[in-house]
């Protein structure tokens, strides 16, 4: 599908949607405090009950999986299987290698690790976007080898970063840029493909990371178009479950020398055992939203099917958001209600995941999501006062904001419930 096509999004059919919430754990109440919308996926997603069943039932079995009995093959079926669903979230089907490590985090500190200790320059460019995952990892690395750190500053309009001025910190000195793909904090989806191409017109064996963290459960990455050296996510910011992060790494980064199992030829990233049920658990996920792609095109490709699924995602998403900010007759939307502020809105809804940061004039943020929770919606605060938000809130001068994250799952219904309960909070 084309997406330019629906610059206000398209909700899935009802019937289509139906199904698709029931294939979700727990999606409109908590079992101990009752009824609940829960627009806080970005802190961690709602959980996809195949994944569950995926999981439990692969990690039923003690058998190692590098065995030859047929449960261990069995076993071992559905680690490569979870592989190669990777490589197809990335679209990276034959190129570079996996890192898959507890989190998304540890991920990152591998790949920043591996191109600071091997790649000779006298500088890194990191932006004020990026999680500390990037940022501590590349001051304590770059630190080690006297690299400096150069910090591109945000766009106080957009919530984004300009590529031009990500470009102008760039040199031919620069080991790495390392830059995310969309803001936890302002829902921005950078202008990757624009950033590579200006960044390695400066440098053009430039490497170059990113973090994908927040943009894969809402929106499609594709490596081989971006030609990027690195890029991660975490399972459970996906439909999936905690304890997982997995990085795709480009074939030149995968070859700079690492500590690995050096007897393990085949992987040499791979270090210790696979958990079996971890990459079902992903293939669960790969499989759902093929499952949604089915009911649009006719394709045994799983990738083609993978696209579509999360195009139509993020369609649904892109309408939910329209519906967030213009409301009904009966319901205003938060453009609508005296006292609400979206930071960073604009007209276009294009290059901007739902992850909404929400401001009210007569109620601090923390005091803001107390209400809300009253109300029995779950929104979280990014306060400065909190070391994984502060970068990211003082070069726009926030002290902090109601981060509101709702996923495909939800619907205007849910949306309707929070807009009223908005409403309500902004009168107090
Ligand atoms: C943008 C971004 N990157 C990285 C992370 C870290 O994820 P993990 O808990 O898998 O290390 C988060 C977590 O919220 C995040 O929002």
């Given at each position: 599908m084309n997406t330019h096509d629906y610059p206000q999004g398209l909700l899935f059919q009802p019937e289509l949607h139906k199904q698709i919430r029931e294939r979700f754990c727990h999606v409109d109440s908590?079992?101990?405090?009752?009824?609940r919308v829960f627009f806080e996926n970005a802190g961690g997603s709602l959980r996809l009950k195949a994944v569950n069943e995926a999981y439990h039932e692969a990690d039923s079995y003690p058998d190692c999986?590098?065995?030859?009995?047929p449960r261990a093959k069995k076993l071992r079926k559905l680690t490569l299987n979870g592989f190669a669903d990777l490589r197809l979230m990335f679209n990276a089907p034959k190129y570079g290698q996996i890192i898959a490590e507890t989190s998304s985090s540890k991920a990152m500190f591998t790949m920043v690790r591996t191109v600071l200790e091997n790649v000779q320059g006298k500088n890194v460019v990191i932006t004020d976007l990026d999680h500390p995952s990037v940022y501590d990892s590349v001051v304590y690395y770059a630190r080690r080898k006297g690299m400096e750190v150069r910090i591109a500053k945000p766009n106080k309009k957009t919530g984004g970063i300009d590529p031009e001025h990500i470009a102008s910190?760039?040199?031919?000195?620069?080991?790495l840029l390392n830059c995310i793909y969309?803001?936890?904090?302002?829902?921005a989806v950078l202008y990757i493909k624009e950033i590579v191409k200006q960044a390695r017109a400066k440098k053009n064996d430039l490497y170059i990371i990113s973090d994908a963290v927040q943009h894969m459960p809402h929106g499609l990455v594709d490596v081989q178009d971006l030609q990027l050296d690195g890029i991660n996510f975490a399972a459970y910011k996906i439909f999936g479950c905690r304890g997982f992060g997995a990085a795709y790494i480009s074939d030149r980064l995968a070859t700079l020398d690492h500590a690995g199992?050096?007897?393990?030829?085949?992987?040499?990233?791979?270090?210790g055992g696979p958990a079996p049920a971890m990459y079902a658990s992903i293939s669960a996920i790969v499989d759902h939203v093929c499952w949604i792609g089915s009911h649009f095109i006719d394709s045994d490709d799983r990738r083609a099917l993978y696209v579509e699924g999360m195009e139509r995602i993020e369609m649904h998403e892109r309408a939910l958001l329209y519906h967030a900010l213009e409301g009904t007759e009966e319901i205003p939307g938060l453009r609508h209600i005296k006292n609400a502020k979206v930071e960073?809105?604009?007209?276009?809804?294009?290059?901007?995941?739902?992850i909404l940061p929400l401001a009210f004039s007569n109620i601090s943020c923390p005091d803001a999501v107390t209400e809300f929770v009253k109300r029995d919606i779950i929104v979280y605060d990014r306060s400065d006062s909190n070391y994984y938000s502060v970068r990211s809130l003082h070069p726009f001068d926030l002290e902090g904001i109601v981060r509101v994250s709702p996923l495909h799952c939800h619907s205007t219904v849910d949306v309707d419930k929070f807009l009223k309960a908005s409403a309500e909070i902004a009168r107090l």
């Open positions: 908590d079992p101990e405090a009752g009824e999986d590098s065995r030859k009995h910190l760039v040199d031919k000195d620069t080991a969309a803001s936890n904090h302002t829902g199992i050096i007897g393990n030829l085949g992987d040499p990233w791979e270090i960073f809105d604009r007209e276009s809804l294009e290059n901007r995941d739902f």
